[in-house]
């Protein structure tokens, strides 16, 4: 006889069946070896994300609605984007009585919350900058390309195309440019590019968001909501803790201080996309619970849609500026991380290509990491250089992929289905 979902969980939520099992044991022993600690997530947290499937951001919504389906804006001959860039950039002052949700939005926005740590945001950035380019192979081998096993939050991706077919180079760049804003020094003060660019992503999620609830094949009930904040919030822990544990698995090791830190910033990043900053981990326990409830609650159910997507992920890499030999190199580099980072079990299911002895190479490089970062710690003229040497590799990813383009995070109006 199957066990019942609990009367509040969606389907896709699958935490409570998934206990005592031994893929569940092997994530918590898992967690335990890389993070220093076994995860006990209380019953409050997982039936608060379990709800969150079926929960957007409101606001957002609402600005959605009123730039890109007000007749009044369309009369006075104002451009939804264009207001909505100048609005961000110049202040919500600007605005009139026509657009009240945005004014609303962009208030809450330019209100830096009480809680906010400059200390904490500054230490972020330097604990980022330090593991350089590894930082980068972490959140997109480790925490991107691995979270498409879970067909259900790649649902909004696989109906609008966003990392398929031609697509995948341009909106991989997109998602490396925003993440090397937000991790600027200063880079989330309003105004600057990592603030403008969240507040952007905010609304453009709204806009995706509107365009699939009014399709026909969107499936709430088993999906819950298109980009809901029980996604959001677990890819925020991806770019946060999940990265910090790739990052782990590489030979760095980080403080509470460290990871309390990068949390930190996170979910000021939240905060101005709209997300449920109440949830998100705020120290190493929370932060491993929060990995868990990910890893344990999610569906390892990939279908033809997950797996175009994995595809198409690592063959965004042959787009790369460069020569053809540099193209195949940067692609069979990142197979071999994946190789690393990827269990086997969804490598499979995944489909994804098999490089079991190019899977290995990120091992040799184990040692030289974790001495350099033994010898940041124990010598501040070597750290400085160390970061500041790996925020040039953070810099030329990024400038390589863009190649001075523009990133507008604009909804790209485009389905597939």
Request: charged share 20%; proline share 6%; net charge positive.
């Amino acid at each position: 006889m199957s066990e019942q979902p609990h009367p509040q969980h969606p389907p896709r939520f699958v935490y409570l069946a998934e206990q005592g099992r031994g893929r569940s044991r092997k994530i918590a022993w898992g967690l335990k070896l890389l993070m220093g600690k076994k995860p006990n997530p209380p019953a409050e947290l997982t039936d608060a994300v379990a709800a969150s499937y079926y929960r957007s951001d409101e606001l957002g919504d609402a600005v959605a609605a009123e730039l890109f389906a007000n007749p009044e804006l369309r009369a006075a001959g104002i451009h939804p984007q264009q207001l909505l860039k100048k609005a961000i950039h110049d202040g919500s002052h600007i605005l009139d009585d026509r657009t009240p949700a945005l004014k609303a939005l962009l208030q809450q926005a330019e209100q830096t919350p009480d809680w906010l740590d400059a200390d904490k945001l500054s230490h972020a950035c330097a604990v980022i900058h330090r593991c350089g380019r590894f930082a980068m192979y972490a959140l997109g081998d480790f925490s991107l390309l691995g979270g498409y096993a879970n067909s259900d939050i790649s649902k909004p991706l696989a109906f609008t195309g966003a990392l398929s077919g031609n697509s995948s180079f341009d909106r991989v760049s997109e998602t490396t440019s925003f993440w090397f804003d937000v991790t600027t020094p200063g880079g989330l003060e309003r105004g600057a590019p990592g603030y403008s660019a969240a507040v952007h992503v905010r609304v453009m999620h709204a806009l995706v968001r509107r365009r699939l609830l009014q399709h026909p094949d969107w499936n709430s009930e088993e999906w819950g909501l298109p980009i809901n904040q029980g996604d959001a919030l677990a890819t925020n822990v991806a770019f946060s803790m999940m990265m910090m544990t790739g990052l782990s698995m590489l030979g760095w090791r980080f403080s509470n201080r460290d990871l309390e830190a990068v949390l930190h910033l996170w979910r000021y990043v939240a905060y101005l996309m709209g997300d449920d900053i109440e949830l998100l981990p705020q120290n190493r326990q929370q932060g491993i619970d929060w990995l868990y409830i990910i890893a344990t609650g999610s569906r390892v159910n990939p279908d033809a849609d997950s797996r175009q997507l994995a595809a198409s992920y690592l063959e965004s890499f042959r787009q790369v500026p460069g020569s053809r030999f540099y193209q195949y190199f940067v692609y069979w580099f990142h197979r071999s991380y994946a190789t690393f980072f990827i269990p086997a079990d969804i490598r499979r299911a995944l489909d994804l290509p098999r490089t079991p002895l190019l899977g290995l190479l990120p091992l040799l490089q184990f040692p030289f990491l974790r001495l350099a970062d033994i010898m940041a710690r124990v010598s501040p003229r070597f750290d400085r250089w160390l970061q500041q040497y790996g925020r040039k590799g953070q810099a030329y990813i990024v400038n390589s992929r863009l190649q001075g383009r523009a990133v507008s995070f604009a909804d790209k109006k485009t389905l597939t289905r």
